[in-house]
């Protein structure tokens, strides 16, 4: 057992408990995080953010409270200091190679519709004179699938090559045939 204690609590329940604080709060960011985030606007690209932080408190309390009940023969405050530090690099490595490369690839895979003005594709179902039709659209980082009319009013059959013309208020494509 410890022998050391913070705001008169034992070691080990301190750490256990900021364990058990992490896990929770872990949870709960998996439920509302990006509703947080979004509301907030937190959760860039800084070293403290919302994951960081939860993360380093669960860490923080798990390895501690490991060390405490298995380091015996080392000192509480010197497990304090060491688990302060091995949680603080293990934390920036984790942000640094996982947690900000996932966030910038996100960014990277967002696209605005008005990007695929004069973008070509093709027409999945075909698209009737007056009517509406579905076309997709291939990008670097997937197909984009989207209802369409005809702009020049005229049939567009399934597999026609075609070019995103404009957009209409209601999110629908107005597509031409594309002649390559």
């Not at 000192?75 to 304090?80: A, E, K, Q, W």
């Not at 990277?108 to 007056?130: C, H, M, Q």
Request: proline content about 2%; glycine content about 10%; cysteine-free.
């Amino acid at each position: 057992m410890s022998d050391m204690e913070l705001f008169g609590y034992d070691i080990e329940s301190i750490y256990l408990f900021l364990l058990i604080a992490g896990v929770v709060l872990t949870v709960l960011y998996i439920f509302v995080g990006e509703l947080i985030e979004g509301l907030m606007d937190i959760g860039g690209d800084a070293i403290l953010n919302p994951i960081t932080v939860i993360g380093y408190i669960t860490l923080l309390g798990g390895l501690g409270y490991v060390l405490e009940t298995m380091a015996f023969f080392i000192g509480s405050g010197i497990i304090l200091l060491i688990n302060l530090v091995v949680s603080a690099i293990v934390i920036v490595l984790v942000n640094y190679f996982i947690i900000l490369p996932v966030k910038r690839s996100e960014k990277n895979t967002s696209y605005s519709i008005n990007e695929l003005k004069g973008a070509v594709g093709e027409v999945f179902t075909t698209i009737p004179e007056n009517g509406f039709g579905e076309i997709i659209i291939s990008r670097t980082h997937g197909t984009v699938s989207k209802a369409a009319k005809s702009f020049d009013h005229e049939v567009l059959p399934e597999g026609t090559k075609i070019l995103v013309i404009d957009i209409d208020d209601e999110g629908v494509f107005l597509v031409s045939k594309h002649y390559e």
